[in-house]
């Protein structure tokens, strides 16, 4: 049976598809624009618009979770699929927020945790959760690679301060520990949090980004009062801004122990930023 890929065209999935199939399994993948003429593609999505679905062995999702869970809560699958699926950890960081949104998005996130582990209790379903942290690698965040973007444009790369502690973690990584929990019987039953293979400030993070944008950028010094008057006037950024003094890491020691998942460092480079399309394109 196939593996079922619900987000296939998502930056985890363009690293995911070409691993299974180096892993040996077949998939189909699932997406609102699949690529014409590929019989391997469904168009469809979570959790009102799914296609019948032949018998799979495993679902591996990348999408929103709670979209995910409220489908299967509704949906009689054949046999006991694998569920494998991103959460994320703004499941906790988020959950003392000041800003009313984010600490609604952790409540959703952990609720969505809980209602899909006890669907899968409840019909004997195997499933894996991964927590990851800050997302990056195929130019589709929505956290670095817009401010990359935006400084490319204009040639200016601003630079704010920030003291905490960050773990960007590559999609690539966290498809390879899609494909790991697929063969680990370990996995089964767990939630595993997940960083990048470094940390360092959020500082030395959009440093590192700025020399590897591929074009020449003046440094803008955001200073801290700056931030500060931004969080004021701008209360839609106040938990952000405040957050890059704050540490948003993972402890990846069941994922080294029990997957065997070593994240890569934060070493980006110019294709790093670039869209799917030409990463596709150029690979």
Same mark, same amino acid.
């Given at each position: 049976?196939?593996?079922?890929?619900?987000?296939?065209?998502?930056?985890?999935?363009?690293?995911?598809?070409?691993?299974?199939?180096?892993?040996?399994?077949?998939?189909?993948?699932?997406?609102?624009?699949?690529?014409?003429?590929?019989?391997?593609?469904? $168009?469809?999505?979570?959790?009102?618009?799914?296609?019948?679905?032949?018998?799979?062995?495993?679902?591996?999702?990348?999408?929103?979770?709670?979209?995910? %869970?409220?489908?299967?809560?509704?949906?009689?699958?054949?046999?006991?699929?694998?569920?494998?699926?991103?959460? $994320?950890?703004?499941?906790?960081?988020? +959950?003392?927020?000041?800003?009313?949104?984010?600490?609604?998005?952790?409540?959703?996130?952990?609720?969505?945790?809980? *209602?899909?582990?006890?669907?899968?209790?409840?019909?004997?379903?195997?499933?894996?959760?991964?927590?990851?942290?800050?997302?990056?690698?195929?130019?589709?965040?929505?956290?670095?690679?817009?401010?990359?973007?935006?400084?490319?444009?204009?040639?200016?790369?601003?630079?704010?301060?920030?003291?905490?502690?960050?773990?960007?973690?590559? %999609?690539?990584?966290?498809?390879?520990?899609?494909?790991?929990?697929?063969?680990?019987?370990?996995?089964?039953?767990?939630?595993?949090?997940?960083?990048?293979? !470094?940390?360092?400030?959020?500082? %030395?993070?959009?440093?590192? %980004?700025?020399?590897?944008?591929?074009?020449?950028?003046?440094?803008?010094?955001?200073? +801290?009062?700056?931030?500060?008057?931004?969080?004021?006037?701008?209360?839609?950024?106040?938990?952000?801004?405040?957050?890059?003094?704050?540490?948003?890491?993972?402890?990846?020691?069941?994922? !080294?122990?029990?997957?065997?998942?070593?994240?890569?460092?934060?070493?980006?480079?110019? *294709?790093?930023?670039?869209?799917?399309?030409?990463?596709?394109?150029?690979?």
């Amino acid at each position: 049976m196939s593996v079922l890929v619900i987000g296939a065209s998502s930056q985890i999935g363009r690293f995911l598809l070409p691993r299974l199939e180096a892993a040996g399994h077949t998939w189909l993948g699932l997406s609102r624009t699949p690529p014409p003429d590929d019989a391997r593609w469904l $168009s469809g999505r979570v959790p009102d618009m799914m296609p019948p679905l032949p018998p799979v062995k495993a679902i591996l999702s990348t999408g929103p979770l709670d979209l995910l %869970a409220q489908w299967l809560s509704h949906t009689r699958l054949e046999g006991t699929p694998h569920i494998i699926a991103t959460s $994320s950890m703004s499941a906790e960081s988020k +959950r003392d927020s000041d800003v009313p949104y984010e600490r609604e998005l952790a409540a959703r996130l952990r609720n969505a945790e809980t *209602a899909l582990s006890a669907t899968c209790a409840s019909r004997g379903m195997p499933w894996t959760l991964f927590r990851p942290t800050l997302v990056y690698g195929a130019g589709m965040d929505r956290s670095i690679t817009p401010i990359v973007h935006a400084a490319i444009r204009r040639h200016i790369f601003p630079l704010p301060a920030g003291r905490g502690l960050r773990q960007p973690v590559h %999609a690539d990584d966290i498809a390879a520990a899609f494909v790991a929990a697929l063969a680990m019987p370990q996995a089964r039953g767990k939630t595993f949090d997940m960083g990048g293979g !470094e940390r360092l400030t959020a500082a %030395a993070m959009f440093r590192r %980004a700025r020399r590897s944008a591929g074009v020449l950028t003046i440094p803008a010094p955001v200073p +801290r009062f700056v931030l500060e008057l931004a969080s004021a006037l701008r209360p839609q950024l106040r938990g952000a801004l405040r957050r890059l003094d704050e540490d948003l890491t993972a402890d990846n020691t069941a994922l !080294e122990a029990l997957l065997g998942i070593q994240a890569r460092p934060f070493r980006p480079e110019p *294709a790093t930023w670039r869209p799917l399309g030409d990463v596709n394109a150029s690979s």
